[in-house]
């Protein structure tokens, strides 16, 4: 299982830049998913794939939603090129 600090620890990794720079932006962006699936949508994320909520049910402590992910074929890992922030 993935967590939020490998997570982090994998885009510093790949994109080169601080831990304190990467943290807020990976965290913006779980957010950000996070509401997306909460209001049902469709996400398109090429290479993460494309994944849709088939089922979602409300449950005491929370919501369980049943998802389908496709992804295209492809090489993985591919390593992100950042610009220079001197450009």
Known sequence: MMRKRELIEKV?????VKRKSAK???EA???VL???LSESRELN???????????????PNGRVLVTKVRQTKGPAGQTI???DAAE
């Not at 510093?12 to 080169?16: A, I, K, N």
């Not at 090429?46 to 449950?59: E, I, Q, S, T």
């Open 45 to 59: 994320l090429h290479p993460m794939g494309k994944l849709k909520v088939r089922r979602a049910k409300d449950m």
């Open 24 to 26: 807020p932006v990976v």
């Open 34 to 36: 996070g509401e997306a």
């Open 81 to 83: 090129k950042l610009p």
């Open 12 to 16: 510093v990794e790949l994109s080169g």
């Open 29 to 31: 962006m779980l957010s």
